[in-house]
């Protein structure tokens, strides 16, 4: 890739994945939640890939880490969908639900949408990297 | 709401461009502007997270789908059976259109919904579970299950295209 | 009740590409074009005339809001759309690579 486009995605790639992180975390405040903001971070990594080559993005986040932090994201949201068994029933929403409009309210649905974020997030980093790194072996 | 028709009918010539077009690469590209287009439908019809969310799936798919054809353009041909194959197409299609004008008037008209089960989102969804957007709320909190389900597929869906793209050899240099 | 039409012209016209074309990307391109009319449809039936976004504020009570149901479903499968794409799409690839070619009046071997 060309010099301009190195420059602007050093610039960026920063912004883009800290933007997701927001979009994340807001997500029982304003619209948003775990899917858009798990798409934008795997954006991010893609965009890296993208401009710097295969090497750069896979050092940063080899597919090994990506396996395992997909499968984490799955377990935990399991994991909090069973230990609503403590209340009575699946998904029971058990943590307190505090004030609304706050950071911290909302009882599950912020811990829900981090373990979304994670899944959906290296789950498409993960399909990107198959269709790219695998095609390009074949390719020769 | 003439911005929405208007908004539809760009949408319907991006799709007969992207249907058409003889180069891959064009058609790819008009694909991104329908997207585009339903985007902003969706911000029209006041419904601001699916305008993210299509805006950002449209990009990634857009970008899978360059990335996976960018070499593999062919050119083609009419072989025999064009006409009574086109024939047959659009003839059922005039069917199906002719058939959805006499069923859509059953609908509910534009603008006035039944709101059965909505009405009840609405109206305690703050109450019972705390959050400010009735969307998340209603993802994950009072239709968790459905978003388990999801999680599934987009993990199938992974392990498939992992599972299809996986090397069969090596080729030394 | 026209905007229902225009978008049933929508999803008509990727019937056409998947019935008619031979390439196969050319398919998938077609089912792309289904999914966005499905979609839109779904959040043309559950609009409230001037409604407002289903978003809880801090300072003003608003009473009109759209329906949220709906658009937690389209939510859903809009990302569930993007993964079929990438798994058709992947599918294609290796058909290429084992075919040569991506027209379907070829690819007809069952066997091997």
Request: with cysteine; hydrophobic share 55%.
């Amino acid at each position: 890739m060309t010099l301009i486009v190195k420059t602007i995605t050093r610039l960026t790639v920063g912004l883009i994945l800290l933007y997701g992180i927001y979009i994340v975390l807001h997500g029982h405040l304003t619209p948003g939640g775990g899917f858009p903001g798990g798409v934008i971070i795997a954006l991010s990594f893609i965009h890296l890939m993208l401009a710097f080559g295969k090497d750069t993005a896979l050092k940063r986040l080899n597919q090994l880490r990506a396996s395992i932090l997909e499968s984490l994201g799955a377990i935990m949201f399991l994991g909090i969908a069973i230990s609503g068994f403590l209340g009575g029933y699946f998904f029971l929403n058990f943590i307190k639900r505090g004030e609304a409009f706050n950071l911290f309210s909302a009882g599950i649905i912020p811990l829900c949408n981090i373990a979304i974020c994670f899944k959906v997030g290296a789950g498409l980093f993960l399909i990107f990297v198959a269709l790219v790194v695998l095609s390009n072996s074949q390719e020769k | 709401m003439t911005e929405l028709h208007l908004l539809l009918l760009f949408m319907i010539v991006g799709a007969i461009v992207a249907v058409e077009a003889r180069d891959l690469l064009s058609s790819v590209v008009a694909l991104g502007a329908v997207g585009l287009g339903l985007s902003l439908a969706f911000l029209i019809l006041k419904a601001p997270d699916l305008a993210i969310t299509q805006l950002v799936v449209e990009i990634l798919c857009l970008i899978i789908l360059i990335r996976a054809t960018i070499k593999r353009d062919l050119p083609f041909i009419r072989d025999g059976r064009w006409h009574f194959n086109t024939f047959s197409t659009l003839s059922f299609i005039i069917v199906f259109l002719g058939l959805a004008y006499i069923s859509l008037k059953d609908l509910p008209a534009f603008g006035q919904p039944l709101l059965r089960v909505a009405a009840n989102y609405l109206s305690e969804g703050l109450s019972k579970t705390g959050a400010a957007n009735l969307v998340s709320s209603v993802i994950l909190d009072f239709r968790a299950y459905d978003t388990l389900g999801e999680a599934t597929v987009l993990f199938t869906a992974v392990m498939g295209v992992l599972a299809v793209m996986r090397k069969t050899g090596r080729i030394k240099d | 009740m026209s905007i229902y039409f225009l978008c049933l012209v929508l999803l008509s016209i990727g019937v056409y590409c998947i019935l008619r074309k031979r390439n196969l990307i050319k398919i998938v391109i077609g089912l792309g074009i289904i999914e966005y009319a499905v979609n839109l449809f779904f959040i043309l039936v559950g609009y409230r005339m001037y409604g407002r976004a289903p978003i809880l504020a801090r300072s003003e009570e608003i009473l009109n809001m759209v329906d949220p149901l709906v658009q937690a479903l389209v939510l859903t499968a809009i990302v569930i759309g993007l993964a079929t794409t990438a798994l058709i799409v992947a599918i294609a690839i290796r058909i290429y690579e084992k075919y040569g070619t991506f027209d379907i009046t070829k690819i007809n071997k069952l066997k091997g």
